[in-house]
């Protein structure tokens, strides 16, 4: 049995380690002693948050290393700073988690508009320069009181909410109180963006005495890092935007402008033509539309004449006390980013119809970055070392390549915690959701499928499809009549808040019968929600949620396949499609105590090949079922019937 190391007992604050839970300390323990990464995988409910701070803590601590904590959602970042909490009452530790200028501001201009991230740093800056913001400027003026707040919250744990309330009472900057405690503290719980977006990350380090050499880095839900790295080097431009900047340069009296802006909508409107699917372009093509429309000869010249008339807005806008944002700005950054990535094999630029929220249809630019590398080598190399943890990371080294991790990185799976008992894994043959085999009378099989489900699973059933089409399909097979209890269901483009009290309401029927909720895999529903107990018994996933094969994708295997010869389909296609789905079926076990069942509708989760991306725990006891009516409600009877017996 792993014991775990005299120096990690000191700060690990629970008295009983979890099963398998000291494997996984002593793995990080031990690589991160070595100054050597670890990409390690820890299935649900084994403690990998409390898990990873108590492996880093004493090292940090002894060789004055500050720990970055990056998670994707806020949820993620308090619950760093709630296990920083239990270890401080052993040891003397401080940390605080993060949130954006957007959601810790309190000025009001910059409150209202806290959905456009960008806009709102912008509009902070320029606040602050002209001496704009009474949070900001009451920092000089009561100097004492604000170093007294700053002491106070080097003494113990704190989440940026709790800043927040202090800050709200005492009229100081909240976003700026954090900025100039992160120095100080021991642990930092933050988003991806303020690492590995380099825009973000120049303005954060700042903040950050130490550097990144002395950082060391713990990357949680790190399946998500890829797709995250590539979002943060691409970009787009809409015809909204155009229109805006258009609107924008009328306003101000820059006519030349206007007539540009519409111009060069005008040209991509047409270039699209009546295609609602995306099509690459060569980039060059924007730059003689450019001239044509400029009527300039020097595209680069202009597009900075552009960016300094979107200075000249945001000041005016300001000075007439009205958000400083400009569309004629954001026009040009985009475009000399166009510029930038021109020549760079790891970008393809698109062309692309969409629908608005209106239902009117419109075109966009895309500039689609394909390499993740580009944005996590310079991370990875330049800690002192990172600590990069899932619980569906497999296969190790296919991630290891794609984000280009040291050669001599650690990598390790650690086995699940909870018995093999507690999980049912199911796979269905004669159904599918594969293109050629999306017929009605797949999907009513399916639907039946579905049925014996919810029928024999004692309380809440989540059903993800791989697709909204998909799941649309199962809503026109009459799902609603199939299954016996009630239905709720995710609708494209739907708002967070909706979807907040869509879940929330279907959780509420855990206790009092169950419900069936339809999602898509990959969406919010399906990867940034827990359902433990009775919140979900049972997971169905329908079908392998390949993404469509549009030229963008297309472009993303060829890229991968030239760097990686003989893996692009798998690493550009496959990859991602399982990594959804594994993450999906993991929702209903979350706790040691849960008892959850994964049925997957389709029979390409059957063959060796699919199963070879999904987690250890779901393999190990996967049982693959024959075509047959009655075959699923009899597994789950006999399971739920065992688990009620315990």
Same mark, same amino acid.
């Given at each position: 049995?792993?014991?775990?190391?005299?120096?990690?007992?000191?700060?690990?604050?629970?008295?009983?380690?979890?099963?398998?839970?000291?494997?996984?300390?002593?793995?990080?323990?031990?690589?991160?002693?070595?100054?050597?990464?670890?990409?390690?995988?820890?299935?649900?409910?084994?403690?990998?948050?409390?898990?990873?701070?108590?492996?880093?803590?004493?090292?940090?601590?002894?060789?004055?290393?500050?720990?970055?904590?990056?998670?994707?959602?806020?949820?993620?970042?308090?619950?760093?700073?709630?296990?920083?909490?239990?270890?401080?009452?052993? @040891?003397?530790?401080?940390?605080?988690?993060?949130?954006?200028?957007?959601?810790?501001?309190?000025?009001?201009?910059?409150?209202?508009?806290?959905? $456009?991230?960008?806009?709102?740093?912008?509009?902070?800056?320029?606040?602050?320069?002209?001496?704009? /913001?009474?949070?900001?400027?009451?920092?000089?003026?009561?100097?004492?009181?604000?170093?007294?707040?700053?002491?106070?919250?080097?003494?113990?744990?704190?989440?940026?909410?709790?800043?927040?309330?202090?800050?709200?009472?005492?009229?100081?900057?909240?976003?700026?109180?954090?900025?100039?405690?992160? &120095?100080?503290?021991?642990?930092?719980?933050?988003?991806?963006?303020?690492?590995?977006?380099?825009?973000? !990350?120049?303005?954060?380090?700042?903040?950050?005495?130490?550097?990144?050499?002395?950082?060391?880095?713990?990357?949680?839900?790190?399946?998500?890092?890829?797709?995250?790295?590539?979002?943060?080097?691409?970009?787009?431009? &809409?015809?909204?935007?155009?229109?805006?900047? %258009?609107? %924008?340069?009328?306003?101000?009296?820059?006519?030349?402008?206007?007539?540009?802006?519409?111009?060069?909508?005008?040209?991509?409107?047409?270039?699209?033509?009546?295609?609602?699917?995306?099509?690459?372009?060569?980039?060059? *093509?924007?730059?003689?539309?450019?001239?044509?429309?400029?009527?300039?000869?020097?595209?680069?010249?202009?597009?900075?004449?552009?960016?300094?008339?979107?200075?000249?807005?945001?000041?005016?806008?300001?000075? %007439?006390?009205?958000?400083?944002?400009?569309?004629?700005?954001?026009?040009?950054?985009?475009? *000399?980013?166009?510029?930038?990535?021109?020549? #760079?094999?790891? =970008?393809?630029?698109?062309?692309?119809?969409?629908?608005?929220?209106?239902?009117?249809?419109?075109?966009?630019?895309?500039?689609?970055?394909? $390499?993740?590398?580009?944005?996590?080598?310079?991370?990875?190399?330049?800690?002192?070392?990172?600590?990069?943890?899932?619980?569906?990371?497999?296969?190790?080294?296919?991630?290891?390549?794609?984000?280009?991790?040291?050669? $001599? &990185?650690?990598?390790?799976?650690?086995?699940?915690?909870?018995?093999?008992?507690?999980?049912?894994?199911?796979? /269905?043959?004669?159904?599918?959701?594969?293109?050629?085999?999306?017929?009605?009378?797949?999907?009513?099989?399916?639907?039946?499928?579905?049925? %014996?489900?919810?029928?024999?699973?004692?309380?809440?059933?989540?059903?993800?499809?791989?697709?909204?089409?998909?799941?649309?399909?199962?809503?026109?097979?009459?799902?609603?009549?199939?299954?016996?209890?009630?239905?709720?269901?995710?609708?494209?483009?739907?708002?967070?808040?909706?979807?907040? +009290?869509?879940?929330?309401?279907?959780?509420?029927?855990?206790?009092?019968?169950?419900?069936?909720?339809?999602?898509?895999?990959?969406?919010?529903?399906?990867?940034?929600?827990?359902?433990?107990?009775?919140?979900?018994?049972?997971?169905?996933?329908?079908?392998?949620?390949?993404?469509?094969?549009?030229?963008?994708?297309?472009?993303?295997?060829?890229?991968?396949?030239? /760097?990686?010869?003989?893996?692009?389909?798998?690493?550009?296609?496959?990859?991602?499609?399982?990594?959804?789905?594994? @993450?999906?079926?993991?929702?209903?076990?979350? +706790?040691?105590?849960?008892?959850?069942?994964?049925?997957?509708? #389709?029979?390409?989760?059957?063959?060796?090949?699919?199963?070879? =991306?999904?987690?250890?725990?779901?393999?190990?006891?996967?049982?693959?079922?024959? $075509? !047959? #009516?009655?075959?699923?409600?009899?597994?789950?009877?006999?399971?739920?019937?065992?688990?009620?017996?315990?």
């Amino acid at each position: 049995m792993v014991k775990l190391p005299p120096k990690v007992r000191e700060y690990f604050p629970y008295v009983k380690v979890r099963p398998f839970q000291d494997k996984f300390i002593k793995t990080i323990h031990e690589a991160v002693d070595n100054r050597t990464n670890v990409l390690i995988e820890g299935s649900n409910g084994l403690g990998k948050t409390v898990a990873a701070l108590s492996a880093c803590l004493p090292i940090a601590l002894e060789r004055n290393l500050q720990i970055l904590y990056v998670a994707k959602t806020h949820r993620q970042h308090d619950r760093v700073i709630e296990e920083l909490m239990e270890i401080a009452k052993k @040891q003397i530790v401080s940390g605080l988690s993060v949130r954006g200028r957007s959601e810790m501001c309190l000025h009001p201009m910059v409150a209202r508009r806290a959905s $456009d991230a960008r806009a709102v740093m912008e509009a902070c800056e320029m606040l602050k320069s002209e001496e704009r /913001c009474p949070y900001y400027s009451r920092i000089e003026r009561d100097f004492e009181r604000y170093g007294e707040l700053q002491q106070q919250i080097m003494l113990r744990p704190y989440k940026a909410s709790e800043i927040h309330k202090i800050c709200r009472v005492e009229r100081f900057c909240p976003y700026e109180l954090v900025k100039a405690s992160i &120095s100080e503290v021991n642990v930092v719980a933050l988003s991806y963006l303020y690492v590995f977006d380099p825009k973000i !990350r120049a303005f954060f380090m700042k903040n950050l005495e130490k550097g990144l050499g002395k950082v060391l880095l713990i990357v949680d839900e790190a399946h998500n890092l890829p797709d995250t790295a590539v979002e943060i080097a691409s970009d787009s431009l &809409s015809a909204f935007t155009l229109r805006q900047a %258009e609107n %924008e340069a009328k306003r101000f009296e820059y006519e030349d402008i206007a007539e540009f802006c519409k111009a060069f909508r005008t040209s991509l409107e047409n270039i699209s033509g009546k295609s609602r699917k995306e099509s690459l372009i060569q980039p060059q *093509l924007i730059f003689e539309i450019i001239e044509r429309e400029a009527e300039t000869a020097d595209v680069s010249a202009f597009l900075e004449e552009l960016h300094e008339v979107g200075m000249i807005v945001k000041r005016t806008l300001l000075n %007439e006390g009205r958000f400083p944002r400009s569309y004629i700005r954001r026009t040009a950054e985009f475009l *000399l980013r166009w510029m930038e990535t021109a020549e #760079d094999p790891s =970008f393809v630029h698109a062309l692309t119809r969409y629908t608005t929220k209106t239902g009117t249809s419109a075109v966009k630019l895309e500039i689609v970055a394909l $390499d993740p590398a580009k944005i996590t080598v310079p991370v990875f190399s330049r800690v002192y070392c990172s600590v990069i943890m899932s619980g569906t990371l497999q296969p190790l080294e296919a991630y290891a390549k794609i984000t280009q991790l040291d050669e $001599d &990185s650690v990598k390790k799976v650690v086995p699940p915690p909870f018995p093999e008992e507690n999980v049912l894994a199911l796979v /269905c043959r004669g159904v599918t959701t594969a293109m050629t085999r999306r017929t009605e009378e797949m999907y009513r099989k399916i639907v039946k499928r579905i049925a %014996e489900v919810t029928c024999c699973t004692p309380a809440n059933v989540g059903v993800f499809a791989a697709s909204y089409e998909v799941l649309e399909a199962l809503l026109k097979a009459g799902i609603r009549d199939f299954v016996d209890k009630p239905l709720f269901y995710e609708r494209r483009k739907m708002r967070s808040r909706e979807n907040a +009290r869509l879940i929330s309401e279907f959780k509420s029927y855990a206790k009092r019968g169950g419900a069936v909720l339809l999602g898509v895999q990959g969406g919010r529903s399906s990867e940034g929600v827990d359902y433990p107990g009775g919140e979900m018994n049972s997971v169905v996933i329908v079908g392998v949620p390949y993404a469509e094969p549009t030229p963008k994708v297309k472009a993303q295997i060829e890229y991968f396949e030239k /760097c990686f010869p003989g893996y692009g389909r798998e690493y550009g296609y496959v990859l991602p499609a399982m990594k959804k789905a594994a @993450q999906t079926a993991g929702r209903p076990i979350r +706790r040691l105590t849960d008892k959850g069942a994964i049925i997957f509708l #389709d029979y390409r989760f059957s063959t060796l090949y699919c199963q070879r =991306f999904l987690p250890s725990w779901i393999r190990r006891n996967l049982k693959v079922l024959p $075509d !047959r #009516d009655g075959c699923v409600a009899s597994e789950l009877k006999r399971f739920f019937r065992s688990c009620s017996r315990k």
